[in-house]
């Protein structure tokens, strides 16, 4: 299992978000080139990136700063926020960006995710993001008539990498993950899953680490890391 550290980007700066609601960001670094050296310096494997902007329907202004980002790291990068077309996608691919993340684009377009899913196999993830067991979409700012069944009732037989499993009542809030959520949609596929919303502690990464499973590949680190909570070390030496 790998610690995937998070560069929420928001007017080309790193922000952090509770609840996903865009009123409540806080700028924790003004330069995101910086923040994602130093995850890499830092040992990270991959880098989890969010285009806020994009998400709530405010496209291009962290265009440069992603690319800037994907120029200075060599580690691979798994992007969302705002995807909404094949065009989208290939944009990014072509971008250097390694996993595309789908969120409200993949709700109710099966066919063209399955088709994107063939074209670039073991390189799309789908989002389940969750509030109440409903997915949340445009932002998360409306909910969907989707749950997670739904989702993998139509993509766990597709050439989708996985998912990324965000508890949105969480997220943000340093108040730890929620293990039920988790256990309970991991045992629903075989396909990869990451998991993020409320990691706060070295405790939740243990957690997570007793959860017996070969599919559960990375936890997203985000404002626990920002605040000071934990060490990426040492989070890492946990999960190892």
Not at 19 to 31: A, L, P, T, Y
């Amino acid at each position: 299992m790998k610690i995937f550290p998070a560069i929420d980007l928001k007017d080309n700066k790193c922000v952090r978000l509770s609840k996903g609601k865009d009123e409540s960001s806080k700028i924790f670094n003004v330069n995101p080139v910086d923040q994602a050296k130093y995850f890499e310096q830092q040992g990270c494997e991959r880098i989890h990136i969010v285009d806020l902007d994009a998400a709530f329907g405010r496209k291009g202004i962290n265009t440069k700063s992603i690319q800037n980002i994907r120029k200075n790291i060599s580690i691979p990068i798994q992007m969302g926020g705002g995807i909404k077309s094949k065009e989208d996608i290939k944009f990014f691919f072509d971008l250097g960006i390694d996993y595309i993340i789908i969120g409200s684009f993949s709700i109710n377009n099966v066919e063209n995710i399955l088709s994107i899913s063939d074209e670039h196999k073991d390189k799309i993830y789908l989002s389940l993001d969750i509030l109440n067991n409903k997915i949340m979409v445009k932002g998360w700012k409306e909910e969907s008539n989707w749950s997670p069944a739904d989702m993998f009732s139509n993509y766990n037989k597709s050439n989708i990498r996985g998912y990324v499993l965000t508890d949105i009542e969480n997220d943000g809030m340093l108040s730890g993950l929620n293990i039920e959520i988790i256990k309970e949609n991991i045992k629903k596929t075989s396909k990869q899953l990451i998991v993020g919303g409320g990691l706060n502690s070295y405790e939740d990464l243990r957690n997570l680490k007793d959860i017996k499973t070969s599919n559960l590949e990375g936890v997203i680190i985000g404002k626990s890391f920002y605040v000071g909570n934990i060490d990426l070390f040492k989070a890492q030496s946990i999960l190892n």
